[in-house]
């Protein structure tokens, strides 16, 4: 199975601050038809399921703000979020889906420093 | 509007048999790769199967393989899990889930059903 190894597992950062997120596969993986990466990232609040923020690694899910971008290549992805906001608290998950068995990474708690 | 609704969730008891369902709309949901994707208790979401858009391939995580079983009825645009032998470790919120039904690349999950086993 590819692993998806993500860091930090939290991360604490002040209002309006950067945050980085980690995530590195264990092979490259890349979609035949298209040759981009078959990368998402998701954020997901309790009780509710994930939600889908970026995919083929940069590609930005609409009505996502702006404020999140994925970015990254061959096995070395990040999610970054360029000014954090209150309502960002959540735990983030990256996810590989171009091998049959998709694979995720263990998630990053994002909290409010 | 892709959408995808989950249900039949319940309370099993060990070695007991459930089955769950997806109904989709908004998409061909007969040209569709469909996959179930289950997410324990404080854990991280696992990938559990899916299949091909006539229901000739299917594919299984090894933790489920032999119990449980997933199946498509496209006349009713509805995805199955059938789940038996159900042990406490699939205790768990089940979401079907699918990608690139729209042309872009996005993926749709479900909103999940919660399936518990215990005693």
């Known amino acids: 199975d590819v692993v998806m190894t993500q860091s930090p597992e939290s991360l604490g950062v002040s209002l309006g601050a950067r945050a980085t997120i980690n995530c590195q596969s264990s092979q490259t993986l890349l979609y035949s038809s298209n040759n981009k990466n078959c990368i998402a990232w998701y954020q997901q609040k309790p009780g509710q399921p994930p939600r889908l923020l970026i995919y083929?690694?940069?590609t930005r899910e609409a009505g996502v703000p702006d404020r999140f971008s994925g970015g990254g290549s061959g096995t070395d992805f990040t999610l970054t979020i360029s000014s954090l906001q209150a309502e960002d608290v959540a735990v983030y998950y990256c996810?590989?889906?171009?091998?049959?068995?998709?694979?995720f990474g263990q998630g990053t708690k994002v909290e409010i420093k | 509007e892709v959408q995808l609704v989950e249900s039949g969730g319940d309370l099993v008891q060990p070695g007991g048999s459930l089955r769950v369902s997806c109904a989709a709309s908004?998409?061909?949901?007969?040209?569709?790769?469909m996959h179930w994707v289950r997410q324990g208790p404080a854990q991280g979401p696992a990938w559990v199967s899916r299949?091909?858009?006539?229901?000739?391939?299917?594919n299984y995580a090894d933790s489920v393989r032999g119990r449980f079983t997933i199946s498509r009825d496209n006349a009713k645009n509805t995805l199955y899990l059938q789940m038996n032998d159900l042990r406490a470790e699939d205790t768990a919120v089940y979401y079907c889930t699918t990608w690139g039904v729209s042309g872009t690349g996005s993926h749709v999950w479900g909103q999940g059903t919660q399936v518990t086993v215990s005693s």
């Open positions: 908004g998409f061909t949901f007969s040209n569709s790769w």
């Open positions: 996810q590989q889906y171009c091998t049959t068995w998709w694979t």
């Open positions: 083929w690694a940069f």
């Open positions: 299949i091909n858009g006539d229901g000739s391939v299917t």
